[in-house]
């Protein structure tokens, strides 16, 4: 009886050495300790005593009670900071708390039809969402072996885009334009009449009015059911509107996920590399090209690159972004940097929303760098003979508006002369409008054998 007792006490001291040589083993990481304010520079907090990682949430103690910021930066002891909401109350030493709350993302079937901010929280007055499931607001980059090819149409319910500029499921397509010319009214066509299962729609740094007119004029109560609205307005901070991008692309994803075929609109994506340029110039990146700092360009792609197909088990995601070319200039360096990473361009042009040109879409502009791969050669045909005769009038429109030009001098001028009124009534269609891909495709066909006969 001594001898077994004397065993498994033996055993149990063996046991316990090993449980302690295992737990001394196991790094230990001291607890994120609360520091204080030193420094507030137009957006930065700069704070001392608090080690936390980028991205980690804090609270920040004012006169009046405390607000939100998020960890930006660091330089050797120093951490920066960039509040999620105006600054007030903030002194000196004020105490800067570790926030603690659940990561992730709330996601689920319960957003559809519902408009919530930048951390998918309601702002529609219709409760809480209720949802269990959550994701990151950021993934690993794809691997592009993993996607499936971009095969098939996407009817979007825009005659215009569905003859002339085909897109296809999974496509990423830029929508190009100058303030003013009707964009959103576009996206809201395109929300509309498409024929996605999910809409999810990321108003970013737009005028909050446009918001509310979005959801109740542009939509209708049954196209809401299938929508999900992220809104951050041009009076958040840009860390907000910095996240209401990536929310409404991490919301898309969760859908993709799940099989379904997404719609993903986000206006604008100028707004987003904007919002990035106030907080890396906030914390001292240097300025690059015409004021933007190199971070812009390393994250236009990472976010653009979240979009499309999925795998063989996965949905798709097809993505407009719209682009605001300052002063109507292309070349500007976000539009540049945006039409080299999408696969293709929808440009607006203000000249003939002036007109009264509704949408204002400037075909011979455009270009859908997937159409070749999802349309038959017919459909390509009849674009290209559409698209040509137009051009040729264009190209001569100055000419024939000053009577410079002499009928009978060039026959092909002579046809995009009588053609032109057909060509722009077919590119034209009313904001309620829908029209779907095969009525398109009818359309067209009838237009170009129109020109052929008349050639």
Excluded: W
């Excluded at 929300?191 to 990321?202: I, P």
């Excluded at 690159?305 to 719209?322: C, K, L, M, V």
């Amino acid at each position: 009886m001594t001898d077994n007792a004397s065993v498994a006490s033996q055993s149990t001291q063996a046991f316990a050495q090993r449980i302690q040589k295992l737990k001394s083993q196991v790094p230990q990481t001291a607890p994120i300790a609360s520091g204080k304010l030193v420094r507030g520079i137009g957006l930065t907090l700069e704070a001392v005593g608090c080690q936390m990682p980028v991205g980690s949430q804090c609270l920040v103690q004012t006169i009046d009670g405390q607000i939100e910021a998020e960890v930006v930066g660091f330089a050797g002891d120093i951490t920066y900071l960039m509040p999620t909401q105006a600054v007030k109350g903030i002194v000196p030493g004020s105490r800067v708390q570790p926030l603690s709350r659940e990561s992730g993302l709330a996601v689920g079937l319960g957003l559809l039809g519902r408009v919530v901010d930048a951390n998918a929280q309601p702002l529609d007055g219709l409760g809480a969402i209720e949802t269990s499931t959550r994701v990151a607001t950021t993934k690993p980059p794809i691997n592009p072996l993993s996607r499936r090819p971009i095969s098939s149409p996407l009817d979007v319910g825009v005659r215009a885009i569905n003859s002339m500029i085909t897109v296809g499921v999974g496509q990423r397509m830029g929508l190009f334009a100058g303030s003013g010319v009707g964009k959103s009214v576009l996206l809201g066509m395109m929300t509309r009449g498409t024929t996605a299962d999910v809409v999810v729609v990321g108003l970013v740094g737009e005028r909050g009015r446009e918001v509310k007119e979005f959801i109740h004029d542009i939509l209708t109560e049954e196209e809401r059911q299938r929508a999900v609205v992220v809104a951050a307005p041009a009076d958040t901070s840009p860390l907000m509107r910095l996240k209401g991008c990536e929310t409404a692309v991490a919301i898309a994803e969760y859908f993709r996920d799940q099989g379904m075929n997404v719609l993903l609109l986000i206006d604008s994506l100028t707004r987003y590399a904007m919002a990035q340029r106030e907080i890396a110039l906030a914390v001292g990146e240097p300025p690059a090209t015409k004021g933007y700092p190199p971070s812009v360009f390393a994250r236009l792609p990472a976010l653009v690159e979240r979009a499309g197909n999925g795998s063989d088990n996965q949905g798709a995601i097809t993505a407009f972004y719209t682009v605001l070319t300052e002063g109507d200039d292309l070349q500007d360096p976000i539009a540049d940097a945006a039409r080299a990473i999408l696969d293709g361009h929808i440009v607006l042009s203000r000249s003939l929303a002036d007109s009264g040109h509704y949408p204002a879409i400037d075909v011979p502009a455009s270009v859908s760098r997937v159409m070749p791969q999802v349309v038959s050669d017919e459909h390509l045909d009849s674009m290209r003979k559409i698209r040509q005769v137009y051009s040729l009038y264009q190209q001569n429109r100055d000419l024939i508006a000053i009577g410079a030009y002499n009928r009978g001098a060039d026959p092909r001028i002579d046809l995009a002369i009588q053609a032109e009124p057909a060509i722009n009534a077919f590119f034209q269609q009313g904001m309620t409008q829908v029209i779907p891909y095969d009525e398109s495709l009818s359309s067209m066909a009838s237009l170009a054998n129109g020109l052929k006969g008349a050639s």
